[in-house]
T-cell receptor, first 114, second 118 residues
Framework: DTAVSQTPKYLVTQMGNDKSIKCEQN?????MYWYKQDSKKFLKIMFS???????INETVPNRFSPKSPDKAHLNLHINSLELGDSAVYFC?????????????FGEGSRLTVL | AQKITQTQPGMFVQEKEAVTLDCTYD???????LFWYKQPSSGEMIFLIY??????QNATEGRYSLNFQKARKSANLVISASQLGDSAMYFC???????????????FGTGTKLQVIP
């Protein structure tokens, strides 16, 4: 069973479209994240939710809207896609209060905007 | 200012040799955790090793060890007996305020691309 799973793995779309990426974790963790990895492999946090509550919201255009229906799911909706949104988007989860609190990552969703 | 600095964009190492990947960090928080992740060409992020700021001993996990020098704010990853499968991007990361409560993001460095030569 995959611990953190994202769908879709690949997404190719036109500029101006709206798309969503879904994430689910079965680790029982209480915190989930979205990270963006650009073409230079730089990983930058976008959002974090703890028990469905938004706790980290970095400087991200408001075209990006996360939604957490429950603590096991965190989805990312992107409106009016732009060329610069092309990247790999990683979902991750962690358990606050544990000894290490390391992030468990999904396999990533590669978004290509044409 | 960069919280995590990895100054080696790329490195080569001969198979079976040891290699050190550098990482320095910047924080004024006394409680923090340092992580290393591996990202092979297939793209997934694999957790390798963790060091807490209050840990007295350097962390080790199999062939991976973390050379933690707190005063110098460095947390270098040492890979012993390199294997071809070690060729990947390696990211150093930090979580601050791990014992002070609240929620702190994990910040990543820019990564080092390691290539193991047969």
């Amino acid at each position: 069973d995959t611990a953190v799973s994202q769908t879709p793995k690949y997404l190719v779309t036109q500029m101006g479209n709206d798309k969503s990426i879904k994430c689910e974790q079965n680790l029982g963790h209480d915190t989930m994240y979205w990270y963006k990895q650009d073409s230079k492999k730089f990983l930058k946090i976008m959002f974090s939710y703890n028990n469905k509550e938004l706790i980290i919201n970095e400087t991200v255009p408001n075209r990006f809207s996360p939604k957490s229906p429950d603590k096991a799911h965190l989805n990312l909706h992107i409106n009016s896609l732009e060329l610069g949104d092309s990247a790999v988007y990683f979902c991750a989860s962690s358990q606050e209060g544990t000894n290490t609190g390391e992030l468990f990552f999904g396999e990533g969703s590669r978004l290509t905007v044409l | 200012a960069q919280k995590i600095t990895q100054t080696q964009p790329g490195m080569f190492v001969q198979e079976k040799e040891a290699v050190t990947l550098d990482c320095t960090y910047d924080t004024s928080d006394p409680s923090y955790g340092l992580f290393w992740y591996k990202q092979p060409s297939s793209g997934e992020m694999i957790f390798l090793i963790y060091q807490g700021s209050y840990d007295q001993q350097n962390a080790t996990e199999g062939r991976y060890s973390l050379n933690f020098q707190k005063a110098r704010k460095s947390a270098n990853l040492v890979i012993s007996a390199s294997q071809l499968g070690d060729s990947a991007m390696y990211f150093c990361a930090m979580r601050e305020g791990i014992y002070s409560g609240g929620y702190q993001k994990v910040t990543f460095g820019t990564g080092t691309k390691l290539q193991v030569i047969p």
